[in-house]
């Protein structure tokens, strides 16, 4: 399962062009939906055949452990 490379422009074009036009995608996989969510890590997992993509899932990622030992401390 490749995971996006987010500087790959073509292959990102791609990945939203999938999610955009596929019937059981979501907005929420779109990648510049994961840009609204600062501060959250954001991978794209896809798969492809024959160079078509064919499945894709989002993956949005908050880190809350920093939080939790925060709030444990003070």
């Known amino acids: 399962m490749p995971i996006l490379k987010k ?3 073509d292959m990102v ?3 939203n062009s ?3 036009n596929y019937p059981c995608a979501s907005f929420m996989q779109d990648v510049n939906w994961g840009n609204l969510k600062k501060n959250w ?3 794209y997992i896809y798969l492809e055949r024959n160079k078509k993509i ?3 899932m989002s993956c949005l990622i908050k ?3 920093y939080k939790v030992f925060c709030d444990i401390c003070s």
Request: net charge positive; no cysteine.
């Open 41 to 43: 890590k954001k991978e």
């Open 54 to 56: 064919y499945a894709a």
């Open 7 to 9: 500087d790959d422009i």
């Open 13 to 15: 074009s791609k990945y």
């Open 63 to 65: 880190n809350t452990i």
């Open 18 to 20: 999938f999610v955009k």
